[in-house]
């Protein structure tokens, strides 16, 4: 699959894998402690004003280790799919 298709699904395998790797990684974190620790992928919010309409955007993750490997594992997965 090639095109803005197979990248919306790649992009969204990531992010379910990243999802299930954290909550794995919490689970997991009284038997393995290095899963749980967190770290941050953000944009700050952005303001654009246009007349009297303002918008706002940016995003935040916190992923820990158990998140990458899920992500890393939801892209290998798009892949072959």
């Given at each position: 699959m090639r095109g803005s298709k197979a990248g919306?699904?790649?992009?969204?395998f990531a992010l379910a894998?990243?999802?299930l790797?954290?909550?794995v990684g919490d689970s997991l974190a009284s038997?393995?402690?290095a899963l749980a620790h967190y770290g941050s992928l953000s944009m700050a919010p952005r303001e654009l004003s246009l007349l009297d309409l303002g918008l706002t955007f940016g995003f935040s993750?916190?992923?820990?280790a158990a998140g990458v490997l899920?992500?890393?594992a939801g892209i290998a997965l798009a892949r072959r799919v």
């Open positions: 919306w699904l790649l992009f969204v894998g990243m999802f790797g954290n909550r038997a393995l402690p993750f916190r992923v820990n899920g992500g890393l």
